[in-house]
């Protein structure tokens, strides 16, 4: 049908006659001079029809002459220089003459044209011509282009592919489930799965050895610019293994993939801090380490203040009282400074102090008069803060205030310029095993119910629940949390006791893990894995802040598919196949309301 | 953890001390001398505790003494050649002398042992014992190795792995979908996918002009041997081309993975055969080539016969007279005669009549009464009989003649050791557009409404639709297909007169495939494509009838995973965040009758 790439002409094929098919891109009407620039995946190529005596030549330029948008061609002709050459595309230097053109497919008048800023809505409505646009292919093949690289490095060190079901059952991981009715068992219910996290588990009991699967998950969860409901993970577990194992062979599969896929080099190795070191210094346990900016723990310095809010917190057990220097900051406006005060309560601060000093080294705080002169002056060297800089303070609870704070480092980072250029990679590790639920009055898993404590047996972590530590660890490039796994546990007993101060009961173990605890029981290998976010490490990779960009057909933060319009009501009779019934809800009572 | 994998050790490391890990497959304590086979994913070796006045090797007797089933070890040793060379396994020149042993994780009692002959059930709830055994990881391997080599293949070529959503519309294709409430829109579903068939389309609209993805697809249909609630298939679709070029391609792909995985050659270029003739020389749309016998057309030689059923078939429109000759086959008995007849009846046979030639050439046959002598002998002539052959006969309507006829030739020739060795490939195109349905009375679309006929126009279509071929395609392989096709219908015109002659009216089109409709009249390129079906070709390659034993987590025939125990009962209170509730029904109100 073709025998070359719209893209790919090039001075070499000048005086062959090539046979192309593309989407008119652009049709200029000369007055009996057509020039039409024909796209495929490949790239642009200008087509021209001039007249000429050949026969037949009338016909080409009529043709030519009705071309529109979008219309799909199938062009015949022969190649030559072009006059006036156009360096910004690829095939610049020539063009084709027409001999034959056919319309292969007429496009109708678009709802929106590519070389617009149209919505959002409309082009996912229409995301077949939103796919079409060279930034939109870019962005994809990035995607794909990485995926390919990811699969490539694993097959050649023997990981083996192997797929886990999507029907599956409700083992609730934190997030709620998908369930899909079972038409041939009235009354229960299959579950898409959150992670292949037991499957892949099972694999290793199995000696399966190494296993990758690049796995479609589903979490039914409100939509952020950064979630959907399904994703893609690349999800990895190891047999026999250590921390120190899997970290090395994903770090170096990352390293490599960065560089074929996007020519830069990460790092080598890795830095590696713990969870703790990452809240004291940043605030987070994904640190954006582009930006240079560091909390300073203050506690000492302002425990015998006159400020009483410093003081407590101070010289409260839990309590943290934390400093940021803003380079530059004595530059912001008081509605400026209430805007990150604003900010940091999004995170749970009650109040932000601060202190500017200003060209002259003069100092403007509010909280100056709770201190006498030299030991303010001490506290805002502590920061490091000099001249034309702004100091910002939190006191209060140690998460609360390492979150907040960790949140205005990173909206300074990004209002003063502050975000150096390149890729950060590091690894953070030790993470609590367990977080005190205040709500619930029980222990929450940090990572998952699966992963290992850093102890040696059973009733050492009864012991010490409250501090110990797991063997989880994560992934973190430029503040995105790119992967996550651990070294799970491989012995039934301790995941029992790990269940226990979960506080799920032996019999919901049983219910829910009971298969689980059972493989633990016959010749479990050591083994962990990992899991890395695809969507995100593709959007970090295109440059992009929504993950949509790198989806094909991805659902709205109202999760709808505006190409298909999923989901959709069903007949009540095919309901009633698989036994279920429509709830009556005030919402649904008003079908008008949607 | 270790230095070598056990399956690998060989005399190239003899007088080296090597660390394993590994799985006991078999432990025996000859008194004070201890045997360990030690299996990992490559294989089994040998471990030998014996006395000696090395330190510490007191423990490592006693240890060894009490290794039982399917403990994890980690083994430490001196690799020295063995006495007793075992020719059977691929390390059995060496044995290892342990100077460690760790039990890294204790094995309670096995339910049963992998060297016996468990049933289905057991093997299916404790999977993990089942996939360590040496056959079941060779088959799973296998599948692995299939679909790294489809997409090194694709990878290589410029095909785009491009994922496509799960949670998407219901769109019925024929079978029945899978629902998921969707809790952010009370009362709507999402619908898994059948196939990505829409999607691929929508992305040849959008311009990535070659696609592949290794698909999930749900089918809520009841299972049998060959089905599973979802199954995996390589989904391939291309823009700017025609049949050939699709067939030449997935040809040369298939050629190449099973040289790659398999190491046979398969047929350059495969056969061809409309779907027509395939009906008539082998009774079926996906004929086993490997079966030299065929169908023999004897209308003409029984139409003025006294046998009204064979005179009345013969003449009648729409008729079908056909005989298949079975070699050897005047040994059945008469029970075993009938076995052939009960079998033909399952596929619509309503009498089987039969002729046997004995050793000396005299004719057995109830119905040679209804033909003069020279008749008869002519009508088993047409049919090749010989001297111990046996002829079946079947009269009726076409299809359900070549269908019970194409039962019976298969049966012929597993029973008579008739199925030749290899492989044999065929393509078999050329389909019905529509196949009439009696009981709804309407068109119903022999593959799917999607594929483009082969006519001119839309007109043409609706002149000639009972007669129309469609331009679908499939790959048949030992009598299984493995692969289906077709070039789609690429203009809105053509989309909307094939949904009518289906009828399917406007606005149901409309309200079911509307993106569909809207695409291809905005610049869609003609386009086709086929899908594989990744676990039929998996078990041909395994040499298994059951798909189950390449599927690393199957459901049973009544769609229940044993392992995990899906699907489950949910909590009410779940079922009412997604805005459903079961239905009571005779089935569900007696929960003792499952």
Not at 542 to 566: E, M, N, Y
Request: proline share 5%.
């Amino acid at each position: 049908m073709r025998t070359h790439f719209c893209g790919l002409i090039d001075e070499s094929l000048v005086g062959q006659t090539v046979t192309l098919c593309g989407w008119a891109d652009v049709a200029r009407d000369l007055g009996g001079l057509c020039f039409i620039d024909l796209r495929d995946h490949e790239g642009i190529v200008q087509i021209v029809a001039e007249p000429s005596d050949a026969p037949g030549n009338g016909a080409v330029l009529a043709t030519a002459a009705r071309v529109g948008y979008e219309d799909c061609l199938r062009v015949t002709g022969r190649v030559r220089r072009r006059q006036s050459v156009n360096a910004k595309i690829r095939t610049g230097q020539v063009e084709v003459v027409a001999t034959a053109i056919e319309v292969l497919n007429k496009a109708e008048p678009l709802p929106f044209h590519a070389h617009e800023n149209a919505g959002e809505d409309i082009r996912l409505k229409y995301r077949y011509l939103d796919l079409r646009t060279p930034k939109m292919q870019r962005m994809l093949r990035t995607r794909i282009r990485l995926v390919q690289a990811l699969r490539r490095w694993l097959d050649a060190r023997g990981f083996q592919d192997i797929e886990t079901p999507i029907l599956t059952k409700a083992t609730p991981e934190g997030a709620r489930d998908f369930l899909v009715p079972a038409r041939m068992h009235p009354g229960e219910f299959y579950a898409l799965p959150q992670s292949p996290q037991l499957f892949k588990q099972i694999l290793m009991v199995a000696g399966f050895d190494r296993y990758y699967q690049i796995a479609r998950c589903f979490r039914d969860e409100a939509l952020r610019a950064d979630r959907q409901l399904e994703f893609t993970q690349l999800d990895m577990e190891f047999a026999w293994v250590d921390e120190q194992i899997v970290q090395d062979t994903t770090e170096a599969l990352i390293r490599d993939v960065f560089r074929e896929v996007m020519g830069v080099e990460l790092a080598d190795p890795f830095p590696r801090m713990t969870w703790a070191e990452a809240m004291r210094r940043y605030g987070s346990d994904k640190p954006d380490l582009r930006i240079a900016l560091e909390l300073v723990d203050v506690a000492d310095l302002v425990k015998d203040c006159g400020f009483k809010v410093f003081a407590d917190w101070a010289s409260a057990e839990g309590g943290r009282v934390a400093a940021l220097r803003i380079p530059g900051g004595a530059a912001l406006s008081r509605k400026q400074i209430d805007e990150y005060a604003a900010h940091a309560a999004k995170f749970g601060s009650k109040g932000l102090a601060y202190a500017k000093l200003d060209e002259a080294g003069a100092v403007n705080s509010p909280i100056a008069k709770f201190f006498d002169e030299a030991a303010f002056a001490a506290l805002l060297q502590a920061t490091g803060a000099g001249k034309g800089d702004l100091v910002f303070f939190g006191a209060g609870p140690y998460r609360t205030v390492s979150d907040f704070m960790g949140a205005v480092r990173l909206k300074a980072g990004k209002d003063f310029g502050l975000v150096g250029a390149g890729w950060k990679p590091l690894w953070v590790t030790d993470f609590p095993m367990f977080e005190w639920d205040e709500e619930e009055q029980r222990y929450v898993a940090l990572h998952h119910p699966f992963t290992a404590p850093a102890v040696d047996d059973e009733a050492d972590l009864r012991a010490n629940a409250a501090t110990a530590v797991s063997r989880g660890y994560d992934m973190v490039l430029n503040g995105n949390e790119i992967g996550g796994g651990s070294i799970r546990i491989h012995r039934s007993a301790m995941q029992s006791a790990v269940f226990e101060l979960l506080g799920i009961g032996a019999e919901e173990a049983r219910a829910k893990f009971g298969f689980l605890l059972d493989a633990l029981k016959y010749g479990a290998p050591p083994h962990g894995g990992i899991a890395f976010g695809i969507d995100r490490i593709a959007a970090l990779m295109a440059g992009t802040d929504s993950i949509r960009d790198v989806i094909a057909f991805p659902k709205t933060t109202s999760a709808q598919c505006l190409l298909t319009d999923a989901p959709s009501p069903i007949p009540d009779p095919q309901l009633a196949e698989v036994h279920v019934a429509v709830r009556k809800t005030p919402e649904s009572e008003n079908p008008g309301s949607r």
